[in-house]
């Protein structure tokens, strides 16, 4: 199966959405689309999955696609994914600046995930393989550790303290 989240963000995120639909594949698909009006029409469709709904999806799928957001990202990872993940992007309308792209790519640096701009060229591809990772391979505490030093590096202010 494969397990689509656009995350509880109120923006819509539609270019995930209709990519999905264009997938080719007869694997059962499962898309999570939040506010937006896209469904995709072979996608079982839902809007909003509680916190136990999205791990057992995310258990019972092969692969995950997920857009850049923390929580979908460590939920997928904490669970042996190595997640597809495609940023929101601004020139879009999809989030207010491009703060998902500089963490979906120093994770994927990491080998932690798989990174997908082009949704149109790249999704497909990617959802092609197996994104699984061996039990324990990233323990919880490393990844909780690496997620906070990338969230550290992402926020801090470049500007020298004040005195």
């Known amino acids: ?81 190595v997640p597809v993940v495609a940023p929101r992007l601004h020139r879009y309308g999809e989030a207010v600046d491009d703060h998902q792209v500089p963490l979906a790519h120093r994770l994927a640096e990491r080998g932690l995930v798989t990174v997908v701009e082009d949704l149109d060229g790249g999704l497909a591809a990617a959802v092609a393989g197996e994104r699984r990772v061996a039990a324990g391979a990233i323990g919880a505490s490393r990844l909780a550790d690496e997620l906070r030093g990338e969230l550290a590096a992402l926020t801090a202010d470049p500007r020298p303290p004040r005195r």
């Not at 999570?32 to 029409?41: D, E, I, L, N, T």
């Open 1 to 81: 199966m494969i397990f689509v989240t656009v995350g509880t963000n109120e923006t819509p995120f539609d270019r995930l959405l209709l990519a999905t639909d264009r997938l080719e594949t007869t694997e059962e698909i499962v898309a999570q689309h939040g506010s937006s009006a896209v469904r995709p029409a072979r996608a079982v469709c839902v809007p909003f999955l509680s916190f136990d709904e999205m791990v057992a999806h995310v258990d019972r799928a092969r692969v995950v696609v997920t857009h850049a957001g923390v929580g979908s990202i460590l939920l997928a990872l904490s669970r042996g994914h």
